[in-house]
């Protein structure tokens, strides 16, 4: 057998990554000078809104336009009858979404039709003057309604209202389950939740000629390209998207929104820009945000704690439509075979459609409640056999250059030695078992696949292209790559890159991003992937580059003559380009700078260009829907949380958290912490006060920020974050994901934490004050009657 | 209270005279008019956000007479004879305010839609209180709501920005 080979400790220095290099948008973004959708204007522009469904399930009887369309100012009103019937959505196999809804509505809020006016104030007032005539259906709210033989059907296509079944076996579980030594089930719940982004959607688009430009706080300008010239039957290279600065995404900015096709429609129609736009409340009604979960887990495990099998079944509430939602139903499973090394798994999932805004991508995809979960029914495993918890972890981590029963690849993985730092950073071993009553700490494992093996649809492309073009004189670089910067910086990692690939310096590299016309394709900002594979991208563009350069200085340096290295003419091999300057490797002192060669490029052969693309190739597992799951690369993650709970009050504070990442080579460290903050901040926000609430009629209860509660810069805990020094051969410079892997782990060790504070566990999230409480004064009840 | 006339359209409109970052503006605006919107879309001063529209999210903070105001809750009307600063106004002659200079040392916004109201609010903050204590930045910054960033680098870049401010300030008299 080969030496196993290990990518932990190959610390590595360079000039321009590994560096906390200032972000190339920072001045914008600190000054009101970044551009977001709602800023830009357009002359002539009109502003519309979508006309909303006022009931959760009903067939539409009559539209009646009639008085809207006659105050002043109103320029346009559409319905189904005035766009194409074409079906739409993210995965193929699911396309169910209509552009407006032609015979019935499917959830409070659907999209019933657009209009646009002169101004706001107009655009409100007509909204009123709408009417709907409905023929009420009844209408089901829980996958428990939806699942009733008798439940009214939401689609055709969908009998018995499921959406997406999944039934997987690896291994042999029945056969573990003679060999375990203990067996434990346990089933916890969940809820849905929204991505948060302060930023509500906005999308602006105008026509000219036959071409349409559309302006639109989105993560992906290919798949809105994409999509939007399916929809509307034209060519891809007939929809120009521009993105212009996103105010966060988090999967949320993903869908084609209503409100990017109406603005085509509405602008077409018009002959005039048209800006549709979303009120907060309304970015609850798109939805796309976490699933609701119902999951129940079996595991056994041996003596020591080693996990022989895992019997998962996940019931999941998808809301009204599919979007993201098939893919979201096989992350909820997917992925823990990558987390805990073991050989028997069965996965059972159900996503039922319910007449709720569409379920779809959160940060973290299909993962966080699933950790939360499993990572709760292994501290009650752990607790069962007198175990610690961080021991059970690492006795069942993966390790490196292993192969999951599911049949997933996996190069670097160093969760074991990243559980051993946080529980050494956390002081865990002071305080597990020794905190007062009240006081708590908990233990989490997550990880992420960095990026998604496959495109959304079935294509052949590759899934990043970049250019990197150099300036006449040699004095600027612009690198080319639609990848989209949605706050996390993947603009700056990329600039990052790019100086490095080409030993040129960062302050004079400009990114060009986010432009159909302008730049490169590149899937865009979904499933953690463009630091690696925009980074492929860009770095072979960089390389691309600095081959040209060198070869054209191999012809412009000369060693000397007395005394020199070696006589003759010098090979681009012999040399080497850092932070601008060309030299002879084995003679630093003879040397030119990049710019000069650069020009003397330019005029004997015109622009100087650099290509770059990266493709992942066939990937591993071969089972129905293994798609979903499969990577070049998957990060790991330990997270440690510290918490008082209110023993009156049933108030929980997270006071202390710990995250260690094993990340692959960090390209810009500063910004890595800040997405371990934000994610431990949504965490947080979601294990403790975070759930959509509708009424009985499915209208969105708490569609503000005053009622759905994001953390405050007041709730927000120490935060340590830390970094396991690991390598990613799938990876540019060895580079792997951290901004939705951060955020799987901190429901669970949360949840952990809370339960190891109170001593009770409550089985469904959020662990609101009222659900401790009540808890705390069940056990009491309990413990008295015990007596 | 300002002047008004009565359009044929039945409106009230207010004539108002206001000071945007030094700068007096006398306008004419409608009675409903919101502080947010009349800076966004009269003066094209977009640096000012508009999200919740209710008050809840702080990204359309700005100072009134150098007081933290969400500007969405704010009748432009009621603005009228006083002085409001945006975030356009935190630079002078582009020279950055300290704490715009902290805030890129400590790369603290992240997609930076929240960024303007934050440093409004530690605008606000610093004028009243140069030397806060974590607390009481936190406390400042409580109704800026920020998904992206837990608040850390903002936190620290802000109490950043108040020991350098101090230590020029001590340098100087020193």
Not at chain 1, 229 to 238: N, P, S, V
Not at chain 1, 330 to 351: E, Q, S
Not at chain 1, 494 to 523: N, V
Not at chain 1, 701 to 711: K, M, S, T
Request: aromatic share 10%; net charge negative; proline share 4%.
């Amino acid at each position: 057998m080969a030496k196993e080979f290990s990518y932990l400790n190959m610390k590595r220095e360079y000039s321009y990554i590994g560096k906390s290099l200032k972000r190339t948008d920072i001045l914008d973004k600190v000054t009101g000078r970044g551009k977001f959708a709602a800023d830009l204007k357009f002359s002539n522009m009109l502003y519309g809104k979508l006309i909303r469904s006022t009931e959760a399930h009903a067939r539409i009887i009559k539209i009646d336009t009639s008085e809207a369309e006659k105050l002043p100012g109103v320029r346009a009103i559409i319905t189904a009858k005035d766009v194409p019937s074409i079906k739409y959505g993210l995965s193929p196999a699911r396309y169910d979404e209509n552009i407006f809804c032609i015979d019935k509505v499917r959830y409070y809020g659907d999209k019933i039709g657009a209009i646009c006016a002169v101004d706001e104030e107009t655009l409100y007032k007509a909204l009123k003057l709408i009417k709907v005539e409905y023929e009420v259906l009844p209408a089901v709210f829980t996958p428990a309604e939806a699942a009733k033989p008798d439940a009214p059907q939401i689609f055709e296509e969908y009998p018995g209202n499921i959406n997406t079944e999944i039934h997987l076996e690896f291994g042999d579980v029945e056969k573990a389950k003679q060999e375990a030594y203990y067996i434990r089930t346990d089933r916890l719940q969940g809820q849905r939740t929204l991505h948060g982004f302060i930023e509500p959607h906005c999308s602006i688009a105008y026509w000219e000629g036959k071409r349409v430009t559309i302006h639109s706080a989105h993560q992906s300008a290919h798949y809105l390209q994409h999509h939007i010239a399916r929809i509307f039957d034209m060519k891809e290279g007939d929809v120009r998207v521009v993105l212009p600065y996103i105010g966060g995404g988090f999967g949320g900015k993903v869908d084609i929104s209503g409100l990017d096709i109406a603005a085509v429609a509405l602008s077409k129609i018009t002959g005039q820009p048209v800006k549709m736009f979303y009120d907060l409340e309304e970015v609850w009604y798109n939805g796309r945000a976490r699933h609701g979960m119902d999951m129940k887990y079996t595991t056994g495990v041996t003596k020591e704690g080693k996990i022989l099998f895992v019997e998962n079944e996940t019931i999941l509430d998808g809301g009204a439509y599919t979007g993201l939602g098939v893919a979201s139903a096989y992350y909820a499973g997917a992925l823990l075979t990558v987390l805990y090394d073991f050989d028997n798994y069965r996965f059972d999932a159900y996503r039922y459609v319910t007449n709720l805004p569409p379920c779809g991508a959160q940060r973290g995809h299909g993962q966080p409640h699933p950790r939360y979960a499993f990572e709760s029914h292994l501290d009650h495993i752990a607790e069962d056999l007198g175990m610690d918890p961080i021991e059970i972890r690492l006795i069942n981590a993966r390790k490196a250059n292993t192969v999951t029963p599911n049949g997933y690849e996996v190069k670097s993985y160093y969760l074991k030695e990243a559980n051993e730092m946080a529980r050494d950073a956390s002081g865990w071993k002071d305080k597990k078992g020794k905190l007062p009553v009240g006081r708590g700490i908990g233990v989490g494992n997550g990880g992420f696949v960095t990026g998604a093996g496959y495109c959304m649809y079935r294509t052949d492309l590759p899934h990043s292209v970049a250019m990197i073009k150099i300036y006449d004189d040699g004095t600027h670089a612009i690198v080319y790559t639609n990848a989209v910067d949605i706050g996390q910086g993947s603009d700056t990692v990329l600039t990052q890159m790019a100086a490095q690939a080409m030993g040129y310096p960062y302050e004079d590299i400009t990114i060009c991003t986010r432009d159909t016309d302008l730049s490169t394709l590149d899937f865009g900002a979904y499933a953690s992937r463009q630091t690696l594979m925009a980074g492929w991208a860009v770095k072979r563009a960089g390389e691309d580059v600095k081959r040209k350069i060198l070869a054209q200085a191999a012809e412009m340096l000369k060693v000397k003559e007395d005394g020199g290295y070696r006589f003759g003419k010098l090979t681009p091999e012999e040399l080497d380009c850092e932070e601008g300057i060309v030299f002879v490797k084995q003679e630093p002192a003879v040397n030119i700078t990049f710019a000069e060669v650069a020009r003397a490029y330019f005029v004997k052969h015109g622009v100087l260009i650099g290509r770059g693309y990266y493709h992942p190739g066939k990937l591993g597992g071969t089972h129905k829907g293994a798609a979903v799951g499969t990577s070049p690369a998957y990060s790991s993650a330990t997270q440690v949380a510290e918490v008082e709970v209110d023993m009156e009050t049933g108030l929980t504070k997270v006071v202390g958290t710990w995250d260690v990442h094993d990340s692959g080579f960090v390209v810009n460290p500063q910004l890595l912490h800040g997405q371990v903050h934000g994610a431990f901040s949504m965490g947080i926000g979601e294990t403790i006060w975070e759930k959509v609430v509708f009424d009985e009629k499915g209208k969105v209860l708490n569609g503000n920020f005053a009622e759905y509660r994001l953390p405050t810069a007041l709730d927000m805990p120490y935060v340590e974050s830390l970094v396991l020094d690991t390598f990613e051969p799938n990876g540019p410079w060895g580079v792997k994901e951290v901004g939705e892997g951060a955020t799987t782990p901190t429901l669970g060790c949360v949840a952990n934490a809370v339960y190891d504070a109170i001593g009770v566990r409550i089985s469904e999230l959020p662990l609101t004050p009222e659900k401790i409480w009540r808890a705390l004064k069940e056990k009491e009840a309990k413990e008295k009657g015990g007596k | 209270m300002a002047e008004f006339v009565v359009g044929e359209d039945g409106i009230k409109r207010y004539l108002v005279s206001i000071t945007v970052n030094g700068i007096k503006y006398t306008k004419v605006v409608k009675a409903n008019s919101l502080l947010v919107n009349f800076l966004r879309e009269d003066l094209n001063l977009t640096g000012t956000k508009r999200a919740c529209e209710q008050g809840d999210c702080g990204a359309c903070t700005v100072l009134l007479d150098g007081k933290p105001v969400n500007s969405c809750m704010v009748l432009t009307v009621s603005v009228d004879g006083r002085e409001v600063t945006t975030v356009e106004g935190l630079a002078s002659n582009d020279k950055l305010d300290i704490l715009q200079e902290k805030f890129i040392e400590h790369s603290a916004p992240q997609c930076g839609f929240c960024a303007p109201g934050i440093l409004m609010s530690a605008k606000a903050l610093l004028m009243k209180n140069p030397n806060p204590t974590e607390y009481e930045v936190r406390e400042a910054i409580a109704g800026n709501l920020c998904r992206c960033t837990g608040y850390v680098h903002y936190v620290e870049a802000i109490l950043d920005a108040a020991a350098a401010s101090q230590e020029r300030k001590d340098g100087k008299n020193g």
